[in-house]
């Protein structure tokens, strides 16, 4: 009896010792990986940006010096080819701040969400300062999270309401929180971004936060695709989840938690909870 017992605690100990040789493994190969990302982002971010940077100075030169000899038609195909060239380097900028949101090191402190997204609509003000904007901001919206993080995902979500709205003569972008309720699990404290721009068709909501994925072509709104995949991203990362709700040409509603285990699969369950809340609050003001 004795005997099994100490050859079954060698077997438990050579069992630990191998899966942690395998978990150092791992972390060695993940490391390695990290490495590997840093130095594919160094080279995106320098060695890419230069021949695009000629591109688009060189044709803006021919455009400048040499106007008179080039007629409408020129014209229009190197202002094409400037275009081409801005767009594809808000696309490296924008896959660069996507893979920092999975690698960057976090520091968690209490953020006032209201104050950040005060500054960031102020800053979408000063870019289009001609344009009509009904701003609401909830009180007391206060967070545990990382604060460069957490600005990056406001960013993208005011920008993207803002965008959104350029069809309306008056813009309206809210920002609120509400519990949404998830059975057993109790309640869940989500914050929101809502507008009344352009909305989306719920049957292609799923693409959304996909990477590369619109559902507006870039004749009618600027982009690249890659805001709100960066913007799920780093909900996970600070233990949320982000869904959102919408309807053509009737607005749409992003949501999103933070510091809370994501509860429960289906975000769209949780999203017609929200709505149904809110449909209930304005039946009762109707």
Known sequence: MEQARRQ???????????????VEERTRELKAANKELDAFAYSVSHDLRAPLRGIDGFSMALLEDYQDQLDEEGKGYLRRVRAAAQRMGQLIDDLLALSRAIRTDMLLE????GKTAQTILDELREQAPERALEAKVAPDLFVRADRRLLR?????????AWKFTACRDTAVIELGV?????????????????DNG?????????????????????EEFPGTGIGLATVQ????????RVWAEGKVDAGATVYFTV???????D??????????????????HA
């Not at 100990?13 to 395998?22: N, P, S, V």
């Not at 209490?110 to 969400?113: A, G, P, Q, S, W």
């Not at 519990?179 to 869940?188: A, C, I, K, M, T």
């Not at 991203?233 to 949320?240: A, K, N, P, V």
């Open 178 to 194: 509400l519990d949404v309720e998830h059975g057993e699990q109790g309640p869940l404290r989500a914050y929101y971004v809502r």
């Open 8 to 22: 079954a605690e060698e077997e438990l100990r050579k069992h630990r010792e191998h899966l942690k040789e395998l």
């Open 267 to 284: 975000s769209r369950e949780a999203a017609r909870s929200v709505l149904s809340r809110t449909q209930r609050k304005d039946n009762a």
């Open 233 to 240: 991203r780093i909900i996970h990362r600070l233990g949320g």
């Open 198 to 218: 352009a909305g989306f068709d719920m049957t292609y909501a799923d693409k959304l936060f996909t990477p590369f994925q619109r559902l507006h072509t870039t």
């Open 259 to 265: 510091g809370e285990k994501a509860r429960g699969s």
């Open 152 to 160: 990056t995902v406001l960013e993208n979500l005011l920008g993207n």
């Open 110 to 113: 209490d953020i006032d969400l």
